[in-house]
Nanobody
């Protein structure tokens, strides 16, 4: 059974940095593309960043140049390095992956950017 567990969220001041981690289990991690989504209060969940098995990455325009997604296949973990954080980055951040049959989500980790 695929499980995704996020960690690393918290309270940070504007301009600060955080690194989120997502530990995966129950899957051959290196075979899967991995995604970070976020959902702010009263807003729809949105894709933040993606990394495919070959290491190619993609980012939402709102985070380009500030966020970096990476993966460590030996540790079955995907990361999201977030720099120059803004109040509008405040959201619950979710890790996601999908197989041919279904998608899998973690429970999320809350990031709050506030002074």
């Amino acid at each position: 059974q695929v499980q995704l567990v996020e960690s690393g969220g918290g309270l940070v001041q504007p301009g600060g940095s955080l690194r989120l981690s997502c530990a995966a289990s129950g899957m051959i991690f290196s075979n899967y593309a991995m995604y970070w989504y976020r959902q702010a209060p009263e807003k729809q969940r949105e894709l933040v960043a993606a990394i495919i098995t070959g290491g190619i990455t993609n980012y939402a325009d709102s985070v380009k140049g500030r966020f970096t997604i990476s993966r460590d296949n030996a540790k079955n973990t995907v990361y999201l390095q977030m720099n120059s954080l803004k109040p509008e980055d405040t959201a619950v951040y979710f890790c996601h992956t999908k197989s041919a049959r279904m998608g899998y989500w973690g429970k999320g980790t809350l990031v709050t950017v506030s002074s």
